[in-house]
């Protein structure tokens, strides 16, 4: 069992950066897959980001490519989104999510862990 705590969420201005954080519970932190996802009112959760066990590969969603950025830091059961030229758009609750078996997977049924979600809301 991996429990997962997303926080840095909050209201910023178009164009303006936020810091997503997520703390995993647990020891094997870094046999583990992670991922960001989010889900803006009435539509279906999407994919965002995804990084690699070690951190040295991460994959993107078109979307947001260019403006954010996954990183983690294994040492402290971290993993982060940094999220920069934020537009209206990018308005959802952003998920982070573990995956055991795979890795820089986009499908979110491939997750096995969720957290409960930050909400970030950008205005135009």
């Known amino acids: 069992q991996v429990q997962l705590v997303e926080s840095g969420g909050g209201l910023v201005q178009a164009g303006g950066s936020l810091r997503l954080s997520c703390a995993a519970s647990?020891?094997?932190?870094?046999?583990?897959?992670m991922g960001w996802f989010r889900q803006a009112p009435g539509k279906e959760r999407e994919f965002v980001a995804a990084?690699?066990?070690?951190?040295?590969?991460?994959y993107y969603a078109d979307s947001v490519k260019g403006r954010f950025t996954i990183s983690r830091d294994n040492a402290k059961n971290m993993v982060y989104l940094q999220m920069n030229s934020l537009k209206p758009e990018d308005t959802a609750v952003y998920y982070c999510?573990?995956?055991?078996?795979?890795?820089?997977?986009?499908?979110?049924?491939?997750?096995?862990?969720w957290g409960q979600g930050t909400q970030v809301t950008v205005s135009s």
């Open positions: 990084i690699s066990r070690s951190g040295s590969s991460t």
């Open positions: 999510a573990v995956d055991l078996d795979y890795g820089l997977a986009s499908n979110q049924k491939l997750y096995d862990y």
């Open positions: 647990g020891r094997f932190f870094s046999s583990y897959a």
